[in-house]
């Protein structure tokens, strides 16, 4: 069974950094790809990063130029670089893998259980 971790969110002030993890466990053959998404309060999940299994990225516009996604395949773990955080980042980020190649099958839709990012001073 595969399951999603993430870790790495806390409470930071604005300008600052954090580094997420999203770690995945159990038996994966590939993956087209791994999202990071963010909810905030009272708004709807959004889509702030993208890695493909070629290694192509992309990011909201919200983001672009203060976050880097990154990948080590090796520890089956993805990463969001979060700097010059602003409080308008405040959010649950989840990482997610839209569709897994496993032993027991294709899988669609993992998520982890989130972790929490506050901006604030």
């Known amino acids: 069974q595969v399951q999603l971790v993430e870790s790495g969110g806390g409470l930071v002030q604005p300008g600052g950094s954090l580094s997420l993890s999203c770690a995945a466990s159990?038996?994966?053959?590939?993956?087209?790809?791994v999202n990071w998404y963010r909810q905030a309060p009272g708004k709807q999940r959004e889509l702030v990063a993208v890695?493909?299994?070629?290694?192509?990225?992309n990011y909201a516009d919200s983001v672009k130029g203060r976050f880097t996604i990154s990948r080590d395949s090796a520890k089956n773990t993805v990463y969001l670089q979060m700097n010059s955080l602003k409080p308008e980042d405040t959010a649950v980020y989840y990482c997610n893998i839209p569709r897994a190649r496993t032993p027991s099958g294709e899988k669609y839709g993992l998520w982890g259980q989130g972790t929490q990012v506050t901006v604030s001073s």
């Open positions: 890695i493909t299994s070629g290694g192509s990225t």
């Open positions: 159990g038996s994966i053959f590939s993956i087209d790809a």
